[in-house]
């Protein structure tokens, strides 16, 4: 008789102990596993930079062209060489990527101040400044279509950077140039508005089409 109790008894615990790793296992399984914070930082700020570089370097691409052409109409021959070189700089696959940043918006700057105070009534009005300053239409309003997007994407760029210390002292570059973007795009649009306007009061070929363009953006 003992002996088929303490069977039983043994036949309950294996029964209870068989049940519980089973409970257990089932539990474990509906436990969510916690998102890996870091990691999803981490995807944010890749595609957040892709987006803003892609931007940045077909714009400032662009603007550089323009301002190439510019320089040339102007007779501006040392700044034209100059720009040269920095848009070889910025093509150039071997340079880092911060600071062909840097040297961009450098040089967009630097030169659209230039030409600002260049651009007179009497300047780039011979039929052969004429044939640059139309050169340079076609590329001014390219690069404003990427520049208007810069504010927003910058923006969402360097909150993903200062979210991660590690990639604050890593993107250095990006972290000096990006809170500067609005009021390059604000230089950007005021000197395209004085290119376009003055080719306008010159009649160089394509003028209107550039105007029309640009007031899109607006």
């Known amino acids: 008789m003992k002996t088929?109790?303490?069977?039983?008894?043994?036949?309950?615990?294996?029964?209870?102990?068989?049940?519980?790793?089973?409970?257990?296992?089932?539990?474990?399984?509906?436990?969510?596993?916690?998102?890996?914070?870091?990691?999803?930082?981490?995807?944010?700020?890749?595609?957040?930079?892709?987006?803003?570089?892609?931007?940045?370097?077909?714009?400032?691409?662009?603007?550089?062209?323009?301002?190439?052409?510019?320089?040339?109409a102007l007779e501006m021959n040392d700044e034209a060489a100059k720009t040269k070189k920095s848009i070889e700089f910025a093509k150039n696959k071997k340079k880092k990527e911060g600071k062909k940043l840097t040297n961009s918006f450098n040089a967009v700057s630097d030169n659209s101040e230039a030409i600002e105070k260049a651009l007179t009534k009497e300047a780039a009005t011979s039929a052969e400044a004429k044939v640059h300053y139309a050169k340079a239409l076609p590329y001014t309003v390219k690069g404003m279509v990427g520049a208007v997007q810069l504010p927003k994407e910058a923006k969402s760029l360097l909150d993903s950077i200062k979210a991660d210390k590690m990639q604050m002292l890593k993107l250095k570059d990006f972290v000096k140039v990006l809170p500067k973007i609005p009021g390059f795009v604000k230089d950007l649009t005021t000197m395209s508005k004085l290119v376009i306007g003055g080719a306008k009061s010159r009649d160089v070929k394509g003028a209107d089409d550039a105007n029309k363009a640009l007031g899109d953006l607006d």
């Open 4 to 72: 088929k109790i303490n069977k039983f008894f043994i036949f309950i615990l294996i029964t209870f102990f068989s049940l519980g790793v089973g409970t257990s296992n089932a539990l474990e399984l509906k436990i969510p596993k916690k998102k890996d914070k870091s990691a999803s930082n981490v995807g944010d700020l890749k595609d957040s930079k892709l987006r803003f570089t892609k931007i940045f370097y077909e714009s400032s691409l662009n603007i550089l062209e323009a301002q190439f052409h510019l320089f040339n």
